[in-house]
T-cell receptor, first 109, second 115 residues
């Protein structure tokens, strides 16, 4: 089955800097790659997603890139703000969506 | 629209007890799923369903049963609770299009403690 690895497990950046979180997946049949943000005590919420027929997608300060050959995808957040502090999860799959273990992002002001 | 509604929000069980976590959605989503979230382990898929009458196992199905008699409801049953099932449980749903890749909508979660 699918296996998703996510790095780093924690990431601290200064406000205004960029943050990059990377994930690798194992199943070449996976065709959907969403990213979720989860604040403490709350439910995960989708921030951006990408499908296997697209290499890059951008939404304001957030972008995701996908390399199908290498089986990895990344989340890029530019101009980080304190409210970006949260846990971020990547996921890969189709009917079975498998999540990475999460990255705790801390934005220091 | 209420979205995905989970009940109860909190539950404490003794080892060996059984219970059902409820999940309902009002978005007419074909696909529904259950995840458990443990510290440092992300979200792990327990069971999922692509439509009424159809269920399938996820990554960690042991100790849990599901059924899908209606489009709206997808209850998760713990047959004999164990301390290892202490976790936060999330129900999630989405549309089930031909490409099978639309965003998951999560409920607010049920925090379960088994003593």
């Amino acid at each position: 089955g699918e296996n998703v690895e996510q790095h780093p497990s924690t990431l601290s950046v200064q406000e205004g800097d960029s943050a990059v979180i990377k994930c690798t997946y194992s199943d070449s049949a996976s065709n959907y790659f969403p990213w979720y943000k989860q604040e403490l005590g709350k439910r995960p919420q989708l921030i951006i997603d990408i499908r296997s027929n697209v290499g890059e997608k951008k939404d304001q300060r957030i972008a995701v890139t996908l390399n199908k050959t290498a089986k990895h995808f990344s989340l890029h957040i530019t101009e980080t703000q304190p409210e970006d502090s949260a846990v971020y999860f990547c996921a890969a799959g189709g009917n079975k969506l498998v999540f990475g273990a999460g990255t705790i992002l801390r934005v220091k002001s | 629209n209420a979205g995905v509604t989970q009940t109860p929000k909190f539950q404490v069980l003794k080892t060996g007890q059984s219970m059902t976590l409820q999940c309902a959605q009002d978005m007419n989503h074909e696909y529904m799923s259950w995840y458990r979230q443990d510290p440092g382990m992300g979200l792990r898929l327990i069971h999922y369903s692509v439509g009424a009458g159809i269920t399938d196992q996820g990554e960690v199905p042991n100790g849990y049963n599901v059924s899908r008699s209606t489009t709206e409801d997808f209850p998760l049953r713990l047959l004999s609770a164990a301390p290892s099932q202490t976790s936060v449980y999330f129900c999630a749903s989405r549309t089930q299009g031909a490409l099978r890749n639309s965003p998951l909508h999560f409920g607010n979660g049920t925090r379960l403690t088994v003593t």
